[in-house]
């Protein structure tokens, strides 16, 4: 069964830009959660979708946001980039929401913004 | 909210010898734990989860440990390889929660 999958694997951008990364979650999956990494904060949760609706969010500003599509893939958007938003994103899909299922990571993107 | 703190930050041993990492956890509504290995340029793998009504679970030279009372929980790795090299994190959640607390992580270098 094919893994989680992210697209672009790198990326990188100026300040002020908007930027989209995409997420294919593992077959049969219905949940999809996004994380950021980065060398100072750790891995910090985002926000999770299930059903098209996003079920979770954690403390980051509006500037990022999200959406799941009825094939479960997922995306989630940042507009006017900060040099701070530099980090890898990962997503993870699990099997439903509404329970503590596990939760299997993707490869990341690597977002640079300069 | 959930604040999870991992030790230690960096861990150096020989090949064959055993690690040890632990983590505690501030909510005791928290009832998932699982570890998470991230070699350079992946995402986190899960190697091993506990579920608060267990107190231990082995797979192989892999074992976790859980004290709810004290609220914390452990990874010990036996006869460690050079391959075990790589950042481990710890996570706690809680029940119909996928939002997971993450520790710092635990940089694990295995000398051959």
């Known amino acids: 069964k094919a893994g989680v999958t992210q697209t672009p694997r790198y990326l990188i951008k100026t300040r002020g830009q908007q930027v989209t990364l995409s997420c294919s979650p593992i077959?049969?999956?219905?949940?999809v959660s996004w994380y950021q990494q980065t060398p100072g904060q750790g891995l910090q949760f985002l926000f999770e979708?299930?059903?098209?609706?996003?079920?979770n969010k954690g403390n980051f500003p509006g500037r990022f946001s999200g959406r799941q599509f009825s094939n479960s893939r997922s995306e989630m958007n940042v507009s006017t980039l900060e040099l701070g938003d530099s980090a890898l994103y990962l997503c993870?899909?699990?099997?439903?929401?509404?329970?503590?299922?596990?939760?299997?990571f993707g490869p990341g993107t690597r977002l640079t913004v300069l | 909210g959930e604040n999870v703190e991992q030790h230690p930050s960096t861990l150096s041993v020989q090949e064959g010898d055993s690690a040890v990492i632990k983590c505690t956890y501030s909510?005791?509504?928290?009832?998932?734990f699982p570890w998470y290995k991230q070699e350079l340029g992946k995402g986190p793998q899960l190697i091993i989860d506990?579920?608060?009504?267990?107190g231990e679970k082995k797979d192989q030279r892999i074992a976790v440990t859980l004290n709810k009372t004290a609220k914390h929980f452990s990874l010990h790795i036996t006869e460690t390889q050079p391959e075990d090299s790589a950042v481990y994190f710890c996570?706690?959640?809680?029940?119909?929660?996928?939002?997971?607390?993450f520790g710092a992580g635990t940089r694990l270098t295995v000398k051959p």
């Open positions: 506990i579920r608060s009504n267990v």
């Open positions: 979708y299930f059903s098209e609706t996003q079920r």
């Open positions: 996570a706690a959640s809680q029940y119909n929660n996928n939002d997971m607390r």
């Open positions: 077959s049969g999956h219905r949940s």
């Open positions: 909510d005791s509504a928290s009832n998932y």
């Open positions: 993870a899909s699990s099997l439903a929401w509404g329970r503590t299922d596990t939760q299997y």
